[in-house]
Every structure is written in structure tokens, then in C-alpha cells.
């Protein structure tokens, strides 16, 4: 699956995407390698600490990269990325507000009601 990634860039911080080509995850902007976050412990915690303070739609790229870069599974990950908010003192979302299964009911949802209304007006001629 191919999601295009957004993250604040810990060596020429700006906003930018992030490109995923073979084993690396490079900033567009300046060409830096996010794997390398993986040698760098206080650098990574200092992304993370940055980007999981931008929104809820970073708090998802920062999850997503933490993963990838740590390989670690995805519950260990998250359950990771969670704690070192907790301990930071940031409040993440409770479970993820872009989940696919979300958009889908919300799509779904739209439609049922979409559906509704046209076989209401039908009925009325
Ligand atoms: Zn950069």
C-alpha cells in the first residue's frame, strides 16, 4: 500500500514529505534519511516529541514512522510512541480518528442516507 507521509524534517525542519525508496524514508525537501533516527536516540525522540505536537494527522506519521524505522511490530511500536507521549505530557486521540475502517463507515453512512432521501422523493410523486 502506498501512503503518501508528512513529517517535520529533524535536520532542515520543514514540513515535508517524506519519500520511501527501497530501505530508506528520505525528507523531499532535504534529502535526509529518517533510518538513521534508528543510530540516534535523543534524535528520535526529539522528532518525535516535535511532530506528535502538530496534530493529530502527525501523531498518525509518527506512529507510522516509528514503526518502519524501528521494525519493530505494530503493537509494540505504538504502545511505545504512546508511553513516551504519556510521559511528555501529550494527549493523543483515543484510538485513530483516520482509521480506513472509520472512513468506510462514514462513507457507507452517507450513502445509506443519500439512498434514503432519493427513495423518499421517489415515493412522493
Ligand atoms: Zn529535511
Redesign the pocket.
Known amino acids: 500500500m502506498h501512503t503518501s507521509i508528512y513529517s517535520r ?6 514540513d ?1 514529505l517524506v519519500q520511501h525508496m527501497q530501505a530508506s524514508y528520505r ?6 534519511d529518517y533510518v538513521t533516527l534508528a543510530n540516534n536516540d535523543a534524535a528520535m525522540k526529539a522528532w518525535m516529541l516535535e511532530n506528535l505536537r502538530l496534530g493529530p494527522m502527525n501523531v498518525v506519521f509518527v506512529l507510522h514512522l516509528h514503526q518502519v524505522i524501528l521494525q519493530l511490530p505494530a503493537q509494540e511500536s505504538n504502545a511505545r510512541v504512546l508511553a513516551f507521549a504519556t510521559q511528555n505530557g501529550i494527549r493523543l486521540p483515543t484510538g485513530s480518528p483516520f482509521s480506513p475502517l472509520k472512513i468506510v463507515a462514514v462513507v457507507i453512512g452517507v450513502f445509506v442516507v443519500l439512498f434514503a432521501v432519493a427513495l423518499f422523493f421517489a415515493a412522493r410523486r
Open positions: 524534517c529533524p535536520s532542515c525542519h520543514q515535508g525528507c523531499a525537501v532535504c534529502n535526509f
